[in-house]
C-alpha cells in the first residue's frame, strides 16, 4: 500500500515538472523572438541613420550629386549577417536633398525590408 502511494506521488510530480518544462519552454521561445525582433528593428534604426548622415556628408563635401541609381553601403558593422543598405538620393536643391534609403535584414527567420523617403537639410 505504502509503496503505492509513493509511486503515485512521484508520477504526479512528474507530470507537473513536465508541464512547468513546457511552460518555460514556450516562454523562453517568445522572449527569444521578441529580442531578435527588438534586435532587428535597432540594427534598421542603425542602417537608416548611417544611411542619412553618409548622404548628407558627401553631399556637403560635393562627392555626389543626385541620382537615380541606388547606391549599396557596407554593412558589414552593424552586426546582422543578411543585412543591406541603399541609398537613392534623389534631387538636391540649395538648402535640402532628398532621399530614399532601402533597408533589409534578417535574422533566426524574421525578416524587416523597408524603404522609406527622406528630406534632409544641408549646411550651405
Do not use: P
Amino acid at each position: 500500500m505504502r509503496k503505492g502511494v509513493v509511486l503515485l506521488i512521484v508520477i504526479i510530480i512528474l507530470v507537473f515538472m513536465g508541464t512547468v518544462l513546457l511552460l518555460f519552454t514556450d516562454v523562453s521561445n517568445k522572449i527569444i523572438f521578441q529580442t531578435n525582433r527588438a534586435f532587428l528593428e535597432a540594427a534598421e534604426q542603425n542602417m537608416i541613420s548611417s544611411g542619412i548622415a553618409w548622404a548628407k556628408h558627401n553631399i556637403e563635401k560635393g562627392n555626389i550629386k543626385e541620382t537615380e541609381n541606388e547606391i549599396q553601403l557596407d554593412t558589414a558593422g552593424i552586426g546582422v549577417r543578411d543585412a543591406q543598405l541603399a541609398v537613392t538620393i534623389e534631387k538636391i536643391s540649395h538648402k535640402q536633398a532628398q532621399l530614399t534609403v532601402n533597408t533589409s535584414c534578417s535574422l533566426s527567420g524574421q525578416s524587416l525590408k523597408h524603404t522609406r523617403k527622406y528630406q534632409i537639410t544641408l549646411k550651405h
